[in-house]
């Protein structure tokens, strides 16, 4: 009964989906809805994502206190204003502009708006392998940076928070922004996918490095019941100690190369 429950409400929501879709379909030309509705999925997916994370660094409640990793520090006005300005950069300056420049892109490997949308399925499958697909490519984008020349003229920038926050997770030098956006488009393109899947996933992909920047590891973060994603303890002492746990969404890459060591073994030590 449940599931029939279950089956009938994701109908009718996905019905509602379509009718909206279909509506903005007519009113809208096909770059304005392609690059437009990819835009807005990166700026809606960051800041909202950002607000309730924004809201425990700034009013900090006892019980959020508990689940901060690095306890010691929370991003000040000053933080988060040089923050906000640099994001208001790189949206708008990099990630725009390299959106606009990739529309033919993805008219040529038929990423289509027309309707009728992709199945539900369809749609989960889609964006399960974009995870896989940015997850590996960066992990070797992300590696490639802490090299000692890249590293001290580009990744440099995003490393400047050794103590993340979830507005800092996309604060980083424009070609970094630019490098890593390959794996992040690589997934849709490779796959074709309708523009809904792209928009969802790319709110997803936000969403999903906000939360490994957060500074909060709570119970009911996802790592808790998927062993093989990394979370937000995996990837903050990347940012403490400047190396290893390369890899943005999973574990596997770090485990199947070697770059968790020093992290399985600091994690022995603390649990002893």
Not at 204 to 221: C, K, M, T, V
Not at 224 to 242: N, S
């Amino acid at each position: 009964m449940i599931l029939e429950f279950t089956v009938i409400a994701i109908a009718t929501r996905w019905s509602a989906i379509q009718r909206l879709w279909l509506a903005v379909y007519q009113r809208t030309t096909d770059f304005q809805m392609t690059v437009g509705g990819l835009f807005a999925a990166l700026v809606l997916g960051y800041f909202l994502g950002c607000i309730p994370y924004l809201i425990l660094d700034l009013v900090r409640p006892s019980s959020a206190r508990a689940a901060k990793v690095q306890k010691q520090w929370y991003p000040d006005a000053r933080a988060l204003s040089r923050c906000f300005l640099s994001l208001f950069f790189l949206f708008f300056g990099v990630m725009l502009p390299l959106i606009a420049f990739s529309y033919p892109v993805f008219r040529w490997v038929g990423v289509r708006r027309e309707p009728p949308l992709p199945r539900a399925d369809e749609v989960v499958l889609h964006v399960l392998t974009c995870f896989v697909i940015e997850d590996f490519g960066n992990y070797w984008i992300h590696r490639w940076l802490h090299t000692p020349w890249l590293y001290r003229h580009i990744h440099y920038w995003h490393h400047q928070w050794n103590t993340p926050f979830s507005l800092a997770a996309t604060d980083a030098h424009p070609l970094e922004v630019i490098l890593l956006g390959i794996p992040t488009i690589a997934g849709p393109v490779l796959l074709s996918s309708h523009l809904l899947t792209t928009l969802i996933w790319m709110m997803l992909r936000q969403y999903e490095a906000i939360d490994i920047h957060s500074g909060y590891e709570f119970r009911w973060n996802l790592n808790a019941y998927l062993p093989f994603y990394g979370g937000t303890e995996h990837h903050d002492y990347h940012h403490y100690l400047y190396s290893g746990n390369y890899a943005s969404i999973f574990t596997y890459c770090d485990e199947v190369y070697g770059t968790n060591l020093a992290y399985k073994q600091r994690k022995q030590v603390k649990s002893r």
